[in-house]
């Protein structure tokens, strides 16, 4: 396995982070997230206005030589410019990584162009959803809500998933239709990829809509609700659940922490959706492994 192709793909990968900062810095809630007009523009420094030239757009060198801080005004820049072109890259050389891992293809991905399309699409499509998760987390950190045009985005790759492993399930290794691997039909209801991946929707659906009525959306908003029922599309049952349950798990841990430091009180706003994708993250890589981890605690 050579490494040059993964390298590669981080340095792209950090070029889109790069884009990203720019859709979530130039967003305002009361606007639209894909606006040519605010979208527009050279990229300058925020505090001086200092248009940046070709040396200083470079992703995460230009942050490291100016010291993150911008070569006019010397005003220190966000640490999300570095954050985020870094999870990009990462993004897309590891994903491609993890599912030839998980899939058992094999892992020279430039050299084995004698795998199928599908396959690529498949996993071209997850690094969208991975990178619309990261601009969700850093949208809802900064404003407390979500873009329905990432919601929709993350519905078109639930479906485009959900056909996929549909289409070529006989070719997948076995038991590649859920993150939780064999263990999905322990906790399975219905058998059949579409019934499981509907399932998952109307979980999300039900689960966090109930929990915004029962809190009169002064927990949860619409967008958290939406970004549940699509993850159940993407993921389908039971992974859905799994993902859940670590993200209120996380979710409560965060808050006594968080209110033992006084950095919180229980009435503050606490946007929900980086522990949503936590969980949702976790469950992709970890799924699996947690529920042995789980029985192995109770010697299953
Ligand atoms: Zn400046």
Not at 71 to 93: D, M, N, T, W
Request: contains cysteine; aromatic residues 16%.
């Amino acid at each position: 396995m050579t490494a040059l192709p993964y390298f590669l793909l981080f340095v792209f990968g950090t070029a889109i982070g790069s884009f990203l900062n720019v859709l979530i810095f130039r967003y305002a809630p009361e606007g639209r997230l894909f606006d040519a007009k605010r979208l527009g523009g050279r990229s300058h420094c925020p505090y001086c206005g200092h248009v940046l030239g070709a040396l200083e757009l470079v992703p995460l060198l230009s942050y490291a030589i100016q010291w993150g801080k911008c070569r006019k005004c010397g005003h220190r820049l966000s640490a999300q410019y570095p954050a985020v072109e870094f999870i990009s890259g990462a993004i897309f050389a590891g994903l491609p990584l993890f599912f030839n891992s998980f899939y058992a293809k094999s892992s020279i991905l430039f050299a084995a162009f004698s795998l199928p399309a599908w396959y690529y699409i498949l996993v071209l499509v997850w690094i969208t959803v991975f990178l619309v998760w990261l601009t969700i987390v850093v949208i809802d950190l900064r404003h407390y809500v979500i873009p329905n045009a990432l919601n929709a985005i993350l519905l078109v790759c639930g479906a485009i998933v959900m056909f996929i492993t549909l289409r070529y399930d006989s070719l997948l290794f076995p038991f590649r239709d859920s993150f939780l691997k064999q263990y999905q039909l322990i906790f399975s209801p219905v058998s059949g990829i579409i019934a499981n991946h509907l399932l998952g929707l109307i979980f999300g659906l039900v689960l966090f809509g109930a929990l915004v009525l029962l809190s009169r959306g002064r927990g949860m908003g619409l967008g958290d609700v939406k970004l549940a029922a699509v993850a159940g599309l993407l993921l389908g049952w039971p992974d859905i659940v799994l993902a859940t349950m670590l993200s209120f798990i996380l979710g409560g841990v965060l808050s006594v922490i968080l209110v033992l430091f006084r950095k919180k009180t229980m009435r503050d706003k606490v946007p929900f959706a980086p522990l949503m994708v936590l969980g949702f993250v976790l469950t992709v890589f970890f799924g699996a492994a947690l529920i042995t981890g789980y029985f192995h605690l109770f010697s299953l």
